[in-house]
């Protein structure tokens, strides 16, 4: 007896030492060398330029009968206007509702580079901002205004490469393509109809760059210092339908259990039962790379995920939030409808929920993951809307080695590190004719300005501007 729990007090211990063993051996790997770069660019003219784009009120709605399609049009003419040899030098085509779609020649057409950008924006609430949303105010060094992060700067970040390059006679070595949708943010049909157009046309484009991950702080506990995420993959997304038809009639003698009430019931069961845990590669790839730079307590989970994978997966369940969400196909109720009076019972109740399915999941695998934690026959559970999850990009490849060049150059004291992104982007629908999909806001983003992505007061330091031409003046130099 003694001797058994001798042994077993060994076997932990030598199990701790393996632990330490391998935390100590978690050094952080070898970054991009890069020079800072040292061009010149106009950043007064690129503030002028995005604030002009600001003032186009280019407001997506899921009613699109509430969208104004003269701003949309207003947004376009203005690139004409500002951005003239862009458009003496580049074939432009329309595609789609609202697709634009530029073709720089360059000297072989073998390998081209897609620039993407989205020039719509979701609402804002004008009253809760301290600014108006689109007069685009610039005042002590921010330029105020729905857009300027997501994602006006990268669009005005490129066109404004593309037009200084032009300008100075640079060809570039591989044709260039811009690729701007105008309904991105209320997953529009505009990109899918220019990649028909390029697929169409036989591009299989080298590299396509599109909005993601950024520079930040603070993603990963433990880690501090700047990290630049490009993201590799992003999850895919399911609408959600849980329905119950009751018989209706009077409240005043309820069955034992009334159809709401087999609703919540089928809501708790799947909130008690997160769907697996899963590291999809962009995931782990994480982990493995910033985890080398936490401090030494963390270390010791993040160089032993495989080991203790059970306690993270413990771990997750119980904080949710955005490390959980990495880890698993998450599942959110958001919506829920029965009876319009008190007094009588609804003919049907229904809840919805938005879900992100992970890597290694479809739709329907997801579906039956549901069905069997529901596990009642009188719940009905039914799609509304699919993406399914687009196949993943590599690190290692000569375009992602391309980005984080051009990250050092611009942010060098970042670490570049792949991720999976949990929001869908237009992106995705260029996996069918791209092998490497890569996304990264070319900027540097405090947390306080990431909450106002999608929220009030967006804005951004002028100075941020100026450092996103200088990004996609590097990528277009190299391409
Ligand atoms: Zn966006």
Not at 3 to 28: D, E, N
Not at 118 to 141: K, L, M, N, R, T
Not at 414 to 439: G, K
Not at 441 to 468: F, Q, V
């Amino acid at each position: 007896m003694l001797y058994a729990f001798l042994g077993l007090v060994v076997l932990l211990l030598l199990f701790l030492l393996l632990l330490t063993v391998r935390a100590l051996m978690f050094k952080p790997l070898k970054q991009p060398v890069a020079g800072r770069w040292q061009g010149k660019v106009d950043g007064k003219r690129a503030a002028a330029n995005l604030q002009k784009m600001i003032q186009c009120r280019t407001v997506s709605h899921d009613d699109t009968g509430l969208e104004d399609d003269g701003e949309f049009e207003r947004f376009r003419q203005l690139l004409v206007r500002e951005y003239p040899l862009v458009h003496r030098h580049c074939h432009v085509k329309r595609l789609g509702r609202r697709g634009l779609l530029y073709h720089w020649p360059g000297r072989n057409a073998e390998n081209p580079t897609v620039f993407m950008s989205h020039y719509d924006v979701v609402p804002a609430d004008c009253s809760a901002w301290q600014h108006p949303p689109f007069e685009g105010v610039i005042q002590d060094g921010f330029l105020w205004g729905r857009g300027t992060l997501d994602t006006k700067v990268t669009l005005c970040g490129i066109m404004e490469a593309a037009e200084q390059l032009i300008d100075r006679g640079f060809v570039p070595a591989n044709d260039i393509y811009l690729s701007f949708a105008g309904d991105e943010e209320t997953s529009g049909a505009s990109a899918s109809a220019i990649v028909d157009h390029l697929e169409s046309n036989g591009v299989r484009p080298h590299m396509v760059l599109d909005e993601g991950g950024a520079v930040v702080e603070g993603v990963l506990p433990g880690v501090s210092g700047k990290c630049a995420l490009v993201g590799t993959g992003e999850k895919g997304k399911m609408h959600l339908r849980l329905s119950v038809t009751g018989k209706g009639g009077h409240a005043s003698s309820p069955p034992r259990l009334t159809p709401v009430g087999r609703l919540a019931r089928a809501v708790c069961r799947i909130e008690a039962r997160p769907l697996p845990y899963r590291l999809a590669a962009p995931a782990r790839q994480m982990l493995e790379t910033l985890g080398r730079h936490a401090s030494f307590a963390p270390r010791l989970l993040y160089a032993n995920l495989s080991l203790l994978a059970p306690l993270l997966d413990l771990f997750t369940r119980k904080t949710g939030g955005e490390i959980n969400a990495l880890m698993r196909t998450t599942v959110a109720f958001t919506k829920m409808q029965a009876s319009q009076a008190v007094n009588v019972f609804p003919p049907v109740a229904t809840v919805e929920a938005d879900v992100r399915i992970n890597e290694g999941s479809t739709s329907d695998s997801v579906l039956a993951q549901i069905e069997k934690r529901i596990n009642d026959p009188e719940v009905r559970v039914e799609k509304v809307a699919v993406i399914e999850v687009n196949p993943f990009s590599s690190t290692g490849t000569e375009p992602w080695q391309r980005v984080s060049k051009g990250i050092k150059q611009i942010w060098p004291e970042s670490v570049v590190s792949p991720y999976l992104m949990i929001a869908a982007s237009d992106s995705r629908h260029f996996t069918r004719i791209s092998e490497n999909v890569l996304r990264f806001s070319a900027m540097e983003l405090s947390t306080e300005e990431r909450k106002t992505i999608h929220g009030n007061d967006e804005r951004i330091p002028l100075e941020k501007i100026g450092d996103c031409v200088k990004f996609f003046l590097y990528m277009m130099e190299t391409s």
